[in-house]
């Protein structure tokens, strides 16, 4: 695990960002296309908006999944991801993806899940762009993560934690607003990304990231398994590296 530590979230998001795309750039040249996971909340609109901007990206031949979507929100919920996705990636490439796999959150979660992991299992990640959450989650993996699974999508229920970061970032008026439940990437999937680039800003998330880099690999601590991932970046800022040793 390589830590790299910036002094301003604008900083941060353009380094990962800059970083992600020489990825990408580099696997698409060598076997003609790429796929990637996008994350959301407040922590990436840095990475996203200079993602966006990157020079010389073969769009046209990257493939994008994203981490989660909540289960019940319509795309025109000011919460949505897909919303948040196309408001601030994917409607603001120069050309188009070859394709964008979103996650529809409405009907049958379980059957959604089936259908969005079967399309992702055809299609290895060579580039995950992740955060972690204040409780330490990875995608809405709340803690106790479920380690084992092999599905690529689960059915989640989020935690009180989970529920209180989305309320506090300002995406729902109440907590009773927030949902209770959602769908995401598992952790094992995201594991099998080639490499993880992993943003994570902000005071509020220093004991998650000391827990992810300096504690026990735990699924109390779904971040920390992490640590057991042969090419994972974390970019932090000088308040969430603070708790660091």
Known sequence: MQLQVFDSKQVLGAKAASDGAALLRKAALLSGRANFIVATGASQFEVLDSLSRQPDMPWNRLVGFHL?????????????????????FVSRLPIPLRAFHFIEGEGDLRAECQR??????????DVAFVGIGENGHLAFNDPPA????????????????????????????????????AISMSIRQIM???????????KRKAA?????????????????????????????????ASFLE
């Open 208 to 240: 998650a990231v000391r827990d992810a880099v300096q504690g026990p690999v735990s699924p109390a601590a779904p971040a920390s398994i992490l640590q057991q991932h042969p090419n994972v970046t974390l970019y932090l800022d000088r308040d969430s």
């Open 116 to 125: 969005v992991g079967a399309i992702l299992r055809q299609h290895p990640i």
């Open 146 to 181: 479920d380690f084992e699974t092999d599905e690529p999508y689960l059915v989640v229920q989020l935690d009180e934690a989970c529920r209180r970061q989305q309320l506090g970032e300002g995406w729902f008026p109440t907590f009773e607003h927030v949902p209770t439940h």
């Open 68 to 88: 989660d979507e909540y289960a019940g929100l319509e795309i025109t919920h000011p919460a949505s991801f897909r919303l948040y996705l196309w408001q601030r």
């Open 192 to 202: 099998k990304s080639k490499a993880v680039v992993c943003v994570v800003p902000d």
